[in-house]
């Protein structure tokens, strides 16, 4: 149980295109899904906290208006690069909490591997 | 501001050697502190969640122990195979972070046989 997906696994685009990320909870409804990014050889930086059926939440320094995200059901979040730059290429992984408490454990996506040409 | 530290950055050894694996945070107001496994390129795989109530935590050859007061986490691999190389995460989760992860930048174990 408590497996997270994300589509695509990788991506290539380029320079001034959007690209949208999905992250599905397969088995349960996530209230609270979690948007990471992962630079090389670097840890994971939270990026955004996504409830259902609200705004996201951003991390300091995070643009907003440049990582759209949307949480439309208990299962499936999205997250859309608008405009995407090459400094945008990274691996962005998505998480999941079961249940109401965000202190409930996390779990994570395979991720998706951006590159942006 | 929280602040997670993993010691070494990176470790190799020989298999059938125990691995030993540190994990170090600032602020001891913790909920919860996760171990986390990591392949290239993947996503991450929980190894053991310890809450903060608890001292130690153990799953087949994987032990990790809290000691929140002094704000470390240890995680222990006996017998170490080749199968282990991988880089390994530590993140606690602090009680006033709304549930949010801050994660340490990881040590990257590789074993060799």
């Known amino acids: 149980g408590a497996v997270v997906s994300q589509h695509p696994s990788w991506v290539i685009c380029k320079s001034g295109t959007s690209v949208k990320i999905e992250c599905r909870s397969l088995d349960f409804q996530a209230t609270t899904m979690f948007w990471y990014r992962q630079f090389p050889k670097q840890s994971l930086m939270l990026m955004a906290t996504s409830n259902e059926g609200s705004k996201a939440t951003y991390e300091q320094g995070v643009e907003k208006d440049k990582f759209l995200i949307n949480h439309a059901s208990l299962t499936l979040s999205t997250l859309t690069v608008t405009s995407a730059h090459p400094e945008d290429s990274s691996f962005y992984i998505c998480?999941?909490?079961?249940?109401?408490?965000?202190?409930?454990?996390?779990?994570f996506g395979p991720g998706t591997r951006l590159t942006v040409l | 501001k929280q602040e997670v530290t993993q010691i070494p950055a990176a470790l190799s050894v020989p298999e059938g050697e125990n691995l030993v694996l540190n994990c170090s945070f600032t602020d001891s107001a913790i909920y919860n502190l996760q171990w986390f496994r990591q392949d290239p390129g993947k996503g991450l795989t929980s190894l053991l969640l310890?809450?903060?109530?608890?001292r130690e935590q153990t799953s087949g050859r994987l032990n990790a122990s809290l000691d929140k007061s002094s704000g470390r986490s240890t995680l222990y691999i006996a017998a170490s195979q080749p199968g282990d190389s991988a880089t390994y995460l530590c993140?606690?989760?602090?009680?006033?972070?709304?549930?949010?992860?801050?994660f340490g930048a990881g040590t990257q174990v590789v074993v060799t046989p």
């Open positions: 998480s999941a909490s079961l249940a109401l408490s965000s202190y409930n454990e996390q779990f």
């Open positions: 310890i809450q903060s109530s608890q």
């Open positions: 993140a606690v989760k602090a009680t006033d972070s709304w549930g949010k992860l801050q």
